[in-house]
């Protein structure tokens, strides 16, 4: 964080742009940064700390009105075993202070709690620094569907509808799409609404991502988190209403009201965003480290590309395997999938394995082109 600072004290910057690692949801480098008169591209030091703490980001939804899915803090693998004979099995383990689907251990029954629970702890402590872990219920026929919302140092706060982020490995997300696919009108008014609700009770400002999971079975929605930060997926929303959320968050930095209100929010067509990644799907997903011999990717009309990759690029071990990010944008759902599946197909790689195929399996699967999606979905369809 140090490096950083200086760095931009350095070079003259006014401000620091996160991005969407680590620090982005660090409260003591949004701190550290106020401190030394940089303007830090996000949400005040004590909301990033509100927001980031899953324990007391669930109290906040819940004083807002917010369903939640049942379940506490578990400070010992006993207390967990007590809140499962309360709520039942399936539990889901998470790091109270986590994020990025790392740390999540699901429970199916006493045996597994009981092996899972210091795993869990160790892996939340060696991630976050933060072994502290509450559970929940695990809901069985789950979609996960996140509302992206902006909010200015004024008072205004709107939402730009939601994605669906359900199309994931071990909690990993794979394939984003804005909007939800077969979603209720009446149920995707009422997250967005509850996320912009969320959001004003916590006094947050600058983008963010209120994250829900939607019973399919019982067509209801509960608080997740928030992410304080943009996010992976956000080029899907951008595609689908127009808004550069980058240049949002760097106007609402700089102390300036929004550029639209709710009512200037029009949606247009469909995006599905896909995740490049530096791992070999036949070698149960191992990492694949190397440099790029070739580096080819489509330049196609309606196709967003986003990477930091290249021929001669050196891939390391060491960090996030995303290579590239692959946006197609249509009229309806339909053909973003198509263009997406032809842009793969144009995708070309040399020197490490990547995802590619798997990518184009998804994107065909039946469950998917039905828009049948649950978060369990792509690890039944692999099985």
């Given at each position: ?8 004290l350095g070079?003259?910057?006014d ?8 620090l982005?949801?660090n409260?003591?480098?949004a701190?550290?940064?106020?401190e ?6 996000g949400?005040?030091a ?16 819940a ?6 899915v049942?379940g506490r803090a578990?400070?010992s693998?006993?207390?967990a075993?007590?809140l499962?004979e309360e709520i039942?099995?399936?539990?889901l383990?998470?790091a109270?202070a ?5 740390g999540i251990k699901?429970?199916r ?16 402590g ?8 509450y ?5 069985t026929a789950?979609r ?13 706060v ?5 994605r669906?982020?359900s ?10 799409e804005?909007?939800?696919?077969c979603?209720?009108p ?11 609700a969320f ?9 963010g991502?209120?994250?829900?999971v939607v ?6 929605f ?8 943009i996010q992976?997926e ?11 959320l980058?240049?949002e968050?760097l ?5 300036r009201p ?7 929010v029009?949606?247009?067509g ?10 070999d ?7 694949s480290?190397?440099?790029l011999?070739?580096?080819a990717l489509p ?14 690029t050196?891939?390391p071990?060491y960090y ?22 032809e842009?793969?197909?144009r995708v070309?790689?040399?020197g ?13 699967e039946?469950?998917f082109v ?7 979905w792509?690890?039944?369809?692999l099985?």
């Amino acid at each position: 964080m140090g490096t950083i600072v200086e760095a931009a004290l350095g070079t003259g910057c006014d401000a620091i742009h996160p991005g969407y690692g680590f620090l982005a949801e660090n409260a003591a480098f949004a701190a550290a940064a106020a401190e030394h008169g940089l303007r830090f591209v996000g949400p005040r030091a004590e909301v990033i700390e509100l927001t980031g703490d899953k324990l007391r980001a669930r109290t906040a939804a819940a004083a807002a009105g917010l369903p939640l899915v049942p379940g506490r803090a578990v400070e010992s693998r006993a207390e967990a075993e007590r809140l499962a004979e309360e709520i039942g099995y399936p539990l889901l383990l998470k790091a109270a202070a986590g994020g990025g689907g790392r740390g999540i251990k699901l429970a199916r029954d006493a045996a597994e709690l009981a092996t899972l629970y210091e795993v869990a702890a160790a892996e939340a402590g060696a991630a976050f620094g933060d072994a502290r872990l509450y559970a929940e219920r695990f809901i069985t026929a789950a979609r996960h569907v996140e509302v992206q919302i902006l909010a200015d140092e004024h008072g205004a706060v709107i939402h730009l509808g939601e994605r669906d982020c359900s199309t994931q490995r071990r909690y990993q997300k794979l394939v984003e799409e804005a909007p939800a696919p077969c979603l209720a009108p009446a149920l995707r008014d009422a997250a967005c609404a509850a996320a912009v609700a969320f959001a004003r009770s916590v006094g947050y400002t600058n983008a963010g991502t209120v994250e829900l999971v939607v019973d399919v079975e019982r067509e209801r929605f509960a608080f997740l988190e928030m992410n304080c930060r943009i996010q992976v997926e956000h080029p899907v929303t951008e595609a689908v209403t127009g808004v550069d959320l980058v240049a949002e968050q760097l106007a609402i930095a700089d102390g300036r009201p929004l550029s639209l209100a709710q009512e200037d929010v029009v949606f247009d067509g469909h995006a599905i965003e896909c995740r490049l990644t530096a791992e070999d799907p036949q070698q149960d997903f191992r990492p694949s480290p190397g440099r790029l011999r070739r580096f080819a990717l489509p330049d196609l009309p309606g196709v967003r590309v986003d990477t930091h990759c290249e021929e001669g690029t050196l891939i390391p071990p060491y960090y996030d395997s995303l290579m590239a990010k692959l946006i197609a944008h249509g009229p309806d759902r339909e053909s973003a999938r198509a263009l997406l599946l032809e842009a793969l197909e144009r995708v070309e790689v040399e020197g490490v394995a990547t995802n590619r195929a798997l990518l184009a399996q998804v994107l065909g699967e039946p469950r998917f082109v039905a828009g049948e999606l649950t978060t369990r979905w792509l690890e039944e369809a692999l099985a």
